[in-house]
C-alpha cells in the first residue's frame, strides 16, 4: 500500500492543478494577513473559504482521479495485489497531497507573519486541521460516489450534487426546520442535525473557538454550552474521525463486490 501510497501522492503533486491550488491559498494568505491586521477578521474569511471550497476541491480531485487512472488501476488489478491496498493507498495519497497544498500554501504566509508569537496560533492550527478532516472526508465521499457508477459523467454529476447538498441545500432544510417548528424544544433537533453535516460541524468548531458564537442567537448558546465544553470538542472530533472511516468502510465493502 505504501508504494502505492507514494505513487498518487507524487502524481498529484506534478500535477498543474496542485500548484494552482497551493499557489490560490498562497496569495490567499498573503493577501488576508497583509491588508487586513486583525487576526481574527482573517481566519474568519479563511474559514467561509475553506469550509465550502476545500470540500468542493476534495469532491473533484477524488473523482477526477479515480477515473483518470481508472486503467492503471485495472492494471494493478491484475497482480497479485489485493483490492483494498491498491484503493486504499490512492485514497490516502489524494487526501494527503490535497491537505499538504492547504497547510503549506496557508503556512507559508502565517509563518512570515509571525502568526507563531502570537495567540491565534491556536485558532490557526483548528482551522487547518477541519481542512485536512474536510479533505479526507469528502475525497472519502467522491470514491465512494465513483465506485458506485461506471459512467463518468454521472459520477461527476452525483459527486457534485452530494457537495452541493451538503454545502448549501442542507442548510437550507435545516433552517426551514427550525421555522416550522420554532415552538417546539429544539436543542437537541440541532446538535444532531449539526453533526449528521460535517460542513456545518466544522463550521461551528471555528466559530466556537474564535469565541464569536453570539453571533449565532439562541442557536450560538446551545451550541456553546455542548461544544464549547472540552467533552463535546472530544465528540466533536470523534463525529469528524466517524465521517472518515464510515466512507472508507463503505469502499471497502463495496470492492469487495464490484466486478472490475
Not at 491484475?78 to 493507498?89: C, D, N
Request: net charge positive; hydrophobic share 55%.
Amino acid at each position: 500500500m505504501l508504494k502505492i501510497l507514494k505513487y498518487s501522492f507524487y502524481d498529484l503533486m506534478r500535477s498543474r492543478w496542485s500548484y494552482v491550488y497551493f499557489a490560490f491559498y498562497l496569495s490567499l494568505g498573503f493577501v488576508l494577513l497583509f491588508l487586513n491586521h486583525d487576526l481574527n477578521k482573517a481566519i474568519i474569511t479563511l474559514m467561509n473559504i475553506i469550509i465550502v471550497l476545500t470540500p468542493l476541491i476534495g469532491t473533484i480531485f477524488g473523482v477526477m482521479y479515480y477515473y483518470n487512472s481508472k486503467e492503471f488501476t485495472e492494471l494493478l488489478l491484475a497482480q497479485p495485489i489485493k483490492r483494498k491496498t491498491i484503493f486504499m493507498g490512492q485514497y490516502v495519497g489524494v487526501s494527503l497531497s490535497l491537505t499538504l497544498s492547504l497547510v503549506l500554501g496557508l503556512g507559508i504566509p502565517f509563518v512570515i507573519y509571525g502568526l507563531f508569537k502570537s495567540t491565534a496560533i491556536f485558532d490557526f492550527s483548528l482551522l487547518l486541521f477541519v481542512g485536512a478532516f474536510l479533505n479526507f472526508i469528502f475525497v472519502g465521499l467522491s470514491y465512494n460516489i465513483a465506485l458506485s457508477t461506471d459512467n463518468k459523467i454521472k459520477g461527476f454529476g452525483y459527486a457534485i450534487l452530494m457537495w452541493l447538498f451538503l454545502a448549501v441545500i442542507y442548510d437550507g432544510i435545516f433552517l426551514i426546520s427550525l421555522l416550522m417548528f420554532d415552538e417546539y424544544p429544539l436543542d437537541s433537533f440541532s446538535l444532531v442535525a449539526t453533526m449528521f453535516n460535517p460542513i456545518d460541524l466544522s463550521r461551528i468548531l471555528i466559530l466556537l473557538k474564535l469565541d464569536i458564537s453570539a453571533l449565532l442567537g439562541y442557536t450560538g448558546a446551545v451550541f456553546r454550552s455542548f461544544f464549547g465544553t472540552n467533552y463535546g470538542m472530544i465528540i466533536s472530533m470523534l463525529i469528524l474521525g466517524l465521517w472518515v472511516l464510515i466512507p472508507v468502510f463503505r469502499m471497502n465493502l463495496k470492492l469487495r463486490k464490484k466486478d472490475f
